[in-house]
Every structure is written in structure tokens, then in C-alpha cells.
């Protein structure tokens, strides 16, 4: 791997088996360099099957081996990984944490003196090597450590370092915007659906109608708002779509909907926070 690194991801889990999948086929990181901590023999079998990756169900082993620890648990689950792995986690390692709503002072407060945290917000996309990843380094991180983390995810999909309080919005946007994506995708196939089209062919178009506007906006730098006026002719279909969604508020419903995740995500913190104390 470009780090020449092992790297541990403590619970191994659906976002952690993602950033696996896309650095394994960013040739990132070869299955040798990777180490993935479960607690069910099940999980492990099909982790080495899928992936040729190494499997501990001890958090601790696997931290004291690896050079890289990826904290991959829930938020709720944050506080006793710390525990456990204290022992073994010293200045030397680079921590990445991608635990929503964990404030880096916390874990830091759990590990050992000037450890070496970055927390970051990453995306399930990382899987197809189109993630987005918010990092923001903590007190004892140097410049080369939030360049070897940028690296890593670099290799699933963009990234962008932001100052650590905006993390949470971060996880509102994008860390959990592929669900509300995926929602749409599924309500415009079922839109194509009642309109008389097949199933398939209408999953079909609705996934390249997002994935190509998306590309379209990204390739052009273009204002989205100019772009959806080329699409929409006087008098035409594109005017007599919009005015309902507006009519329905949309706009207002997206918006609503990451600002509650962004406040979730800060709740996950505030949680963590009091288990605690
Ligand atoms: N799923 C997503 O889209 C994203 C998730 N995240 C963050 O990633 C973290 C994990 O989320 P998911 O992967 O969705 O959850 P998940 O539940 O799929 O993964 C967590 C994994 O940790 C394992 N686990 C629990 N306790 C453990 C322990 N003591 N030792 C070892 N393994 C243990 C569980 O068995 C599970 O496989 C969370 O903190 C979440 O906030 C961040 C960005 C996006
Ligand atoms: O729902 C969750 O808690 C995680 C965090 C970001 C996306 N999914």
C-alpha cells in the first residue's frame, strides 16, 4: 500500500468493509497489509473469503500489530473499544476514527498522551471508489499524518479536510446522504413504474439520470440552478415536474433532512460523552 503500513479496521462492519473492498481495488493496499477485528467467526470467514484479508476477534492484538488502527464501530460501541486497545495504542500509531459524532478530544482523553488521532466522515460509495471523506486532525496529528489519512481515502473517492466542529454537518451531508439518494433513486423507479414502465428499465434510467447529472455538475463547474434551466423548455415537461416538487417542498424536506442528521450525529457525540462520565 502507498503508506507501507499494516492497517487494522477495529469492527469490521458495512462502512469498514467498504473502505476494505475500494483500497483492495485501488490496489491502495494489498490483503496481507490488511487486518479486520470482528466479534462472529461467521463475519470473519466471509471477510477472508471475500478479501484474503487477516481476521482477529482481539481489538487489542490487532491494534498492537497494526500501524494504522481505523476505529470502525457504532458510536455507541466507541467507549469500550478505547478501553480495550489503550494498552497497545502509543504515539507511534496513527489513529483514524470514522465513528460518527465522537469528538477527537474524547478519544484522545481515552487513549494514551499525545496520541495521533484524525477523525473523518467517510461514505459507503468508497466501495465503487466514489466515496467523499471529510477529515479534520486532532491536537497531536502532524501535517503528514493528515496527508497519509487523505491518502488512504483519496484512493475511494474525494476528499476534503475541514476543521472538526463541521464534521457533524459533514455526516448530516454526506456521510449519510447515499441513503437519501438511494431513496430517490428507488421513489423515481417507482415513479417510472406508475408511468408504465418496466421494473428494471426504470431503476435503469433513474440511477444514470442521478449518476450523470451528478457527472455533468462535477465536469462542468457549472451552477447547478443553470444547469436544471437547460433542461427545462418553456411550457415544457421538465417546468410541469419542478412546480411539484416544489409544491411538495423538496427543497425544504432536504434540507430538513440534514440538518436532523447532522443534530443525530452530535446526539451520538453527546451520548458517547455520558456513558462516560
Ligand atoms: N454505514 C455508513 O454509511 C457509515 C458509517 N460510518 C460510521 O462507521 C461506523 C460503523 O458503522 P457501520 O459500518 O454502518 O456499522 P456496522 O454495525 O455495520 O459495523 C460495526 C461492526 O463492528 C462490530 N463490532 C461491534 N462491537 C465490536 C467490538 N467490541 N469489537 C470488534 N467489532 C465490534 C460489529 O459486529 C459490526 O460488524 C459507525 O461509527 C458509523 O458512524 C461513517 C460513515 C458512513
Ligand atoms: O447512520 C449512521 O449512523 C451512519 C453514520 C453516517 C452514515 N451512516
Redesign the pocket.
Known sequence: MALGKTIAF?????????LVKGLLRAGTASPEEIVC????PA?ADELRKRYGVRTL?D?REAAALADVLV?????Q??G??LD?IAPAVDPAKLVI??????PIALMERKLSRGVRIVR?????PALVGAGATALARGEHATDADLEAARALFAAVGLTVVVEEPLLDAC?GLS??G??YVFLIIEALSDAGVKVGLPRYTAQALAAQTVLGSAQLLIETGEHPGRLKDQVTSPGGTAIAGLHTLEAGGLRTTLMDAVEAATHR?RE?GQKFLASED
Open positions: 477495529l469492527g469490521a462492519g458495512n462502512m469498514a468493509e467498504a477485528t470482528v466479534r462472529r463475519r476477534t481489538n476505529l470502525s464501530v457504532k458510536p460501541v466507541m469500550r473499544l480495550e476514527s470514522i465513528a460518527a459524532g465522537v473523518t466522515m467517510p461514505n459507503t455526516t456521510g449519510s447515499p441513503a450525529a451520538l
